[in-house]
């Protein structure tokens, strides 16, 4: 049966799907909206999570098992953990000396070491996708992350050598970009843009990135972003090199912002140079928009009336490679 997103359209019969979490704040979950995930999960069977940190609240024993307990559940549901991330949250802000020495022990022990060895980088691959996980939090700073100049350096080459079949994700907690304010104002998220973004944004388009994907602010959306860019402000659209910056709300916790309830992202590609929309009549939509890689990204929100998440905003992103 194929799957229909808007009229006379399906979702590719070959496509793959990734869970999008981020911010879950293990012991501030809401455990209505932990079994809304768990059913989402069991309905439309993704084939993996990610991660992009912030996955427990204070670093805890109990709450990275609880985390652990958690993707447990989801792999057992067909959804298995791919990659993760930490995020500031996932030091320890009061246990100074684990902080200063041993920042890291306690989310290793849960989710391996490898996201958080020396440089940083961690690379999962198959047929159909490049995942490069950044750890972008540093002991020495509260919220805001970076990128170092070897991080970035590594991560471009990782891309430089994916297959053309792979869709190219790069993960990071804290944004790569944000959107402007109202009116065009500097946005008040504009504080925590990763340092050295500018930097990041130019290496990874001209090496061939896809997706960016992050949390942190818990305010979804998905934003092209151009290289040039001013502190990541940037250009919603251009005809040279660029890629996309996918931001994930707050999946399962009670610290949402205002207007933005408990969120997931989705992401359905394909790993042909058709789209991953496809026509489902004969003669529907211009040949043009059957053509080409891209990705479809779906943003699922928490509905209190209903408990269950619910479909919200959803966009196809041109990924702007040529056919393979």
């Known amino acids: 049966m194929s799957e229909a997103v808007r009229p006379g359209w ?11 979490l981020s911010d879950l704040h293990l012991g501030t979950e809401r455990p209505q909206v932990v079994q809304a995930l768990l059913a989402w999960v069991a ?14 609240q204070r670093a805890t024993v109990a709450q990275f098992a609880a985390a652990r307990r958690l993707t447990d559940a989801l792999a057992g549901l067909g959804a298995p953990l791919l990659a993760c991330v930490p995020g500031n949250h996932d030091i320890p802000l009061f246990a100074l000396w684990a902080r200063a020495f041993q920042p890291y022990r ?9 996201a958080v060895q020396s440089d940083g980088v961690c690379v999962r691959a198959d047929g159909t996708r490049l995942l490069v996980s950044v750890n972008t939090t540093r002991r020495w700073r509260h919220e805001r992350g970076e990128l170092s100049p070897a991080q970035i350096q590594r991560v471009a080459d990782h891309l430089r050598a994916a297959a053309p079949t792979q869709l190219r994700v790069v993960l990071v907690h804290q944004p790569l970009a944000v959107r402007d304010g109202a009116g065009r104002r500097r946005s008040p998220d504009a504080a925590q843009v990763l340092r050295r973004a500018r930097e990041a944004i130019a290496a990874w388009s001209a090496a061939g990135c896809d997706l960016v994907l992050g ?41 949402t912002r205002p207007g933005a309830p408990n969120s997931f ?19 529907v939509g211009q040949a043009a928009e059957a053509a080409g890689r891209s990705c479809l990204w779906r943003q699922w929100n928490f509905d209190a009336q209903r408990a269950e998440f619910v479909l919200a905003r959803r966009g196809v992103l041109d990924l702007g490679i040529e056919d393979v």
């Not at 399906?10 to 999008?20: E, T």
Request: aromatic letters at 6%; proline letters at 10%.
């Open 10 to 20: 399906r979702v590719h019969p070959d496509a793959q799907r990734l869970l999008h």
């Open 43 to 56: 309905q439309h069977r993704p084939q993996g999570v990610v991660l992009t940190g912030d996955i427990t």
């Open 215 to 255: 949390g942190h602010i818990h305010l979804p959306y998905a934003m092209r972003v151009v290289p040039g860019a001013s502190r990541g402000l940037a250009p919603a659209a251009s005809s040279g090199p660029g890629l996309w910056v996918v931001q994930a709300g707050t999946a399962i916790s009670s610290r």
């Open 106 to 114: 306690r989310y290793a022990q849960a989710f391996g070491h490898e």
């Open 265 to 283: 992202g989705e992401l359905v590609w394909t790993s042909t140079p058709e789209r991953v929309l496809a026509p489902d009549l004969p003669g």
